[in-house]
């Protein structure tokens, strides 16, 4: 069945509906599943406080560590178990997952613009600036990010806006090579020059010309760097120096779980299993975003 638009609409609508439509045909079914379980996580992420069958800090000590479903023991009521005081493991996994997704989404983009700035600093003025970015950038690619980041959370304590801020600091030099090198070629198009020689400020030209001609690598480069901003937010939270009690994120789940895997398995793995889905497709998306706007690896 095909789907054909609405006769009402407007030609920019229906040429917008038209091309949405043959790119997901085109999508193979490895991507289509990806795009399904983004949007779920995108749905929980923002609608998750309306859907909550329990608090998720509701405790509950007559029931707990109760199976999930279909495992013996199991009710409806808490159909993916309990946790060790009771508490509802569906609702935490709720509340978890908007939390990993917030936090991780927000330190990939203070890291993206944060990244592409400098790229655009460094390549405007060149010089002995362009070298310290480009120091800046080698030292940060050579660094162990996480033990430093272990470091200074053991060193500052559970701080949130340390947290955040070590999150936005991962993988920011990405960004920054990338974009320096996209601009200084994008300096030499006609573009460029034909809006530098009718008057316009680099300002202008960066931003109105530049910036949109060099977004789709930027943007699969966030979609690659956003599961990996996921890993190292559950990293540290499973090692209890993220996300603390009386909050939850996947990685507080996933360390509350590791002592009851024999016992209470669920615990551990129904987190784990959210991280890898999540992680795994938007890797499948970024790669075959990736494919789509390079030519030099399409067929």
Known sequence: MSFVPEA?????????????VKAFRAMPWSVLMAVAVLLTVAFVTIFA?????FEFDQMDLRARLAPPLPLEGSTWIHPLGTDKLGRDVFSRLLIATQTSMLLALLGTLFGAVLGTVLGFVAAHFGKWVDEAISTLVDFQAAMPWFIIALAVLAFMGNSMIVFLFLMGLYGW????????GLVLAAREEGYARAVHALGGKPATIYLRHVL????SPLIVQLTINFPETILFETSLSFLGLG??????????????????MITAWWLAVVPGTV?????????IFGDWLRTRFDPSLQD
């Open 212 to 215: 949109p001609n060099i977004l």
């Open 243 to 260: 996300i603390r009690p009386p909050m939850t994120s996947l990685g507080q789940m996933l360390g509350d779980g590791r002592d009851y």
């Open 49 to 53: 406080r309306f859907i909550l069958p």
């Open 8 to 20: 009402g609409a407007t030609p920019a609508a229906r040429g917008l509906v038209t091309r949405l």
């Open 275 to 283: 991280i890898f889905l999540t992680t795994l497709s938007m890797s």
């Open 173 to 180: 030099e990405r960004y920054a090579r990338i974009t320096r």
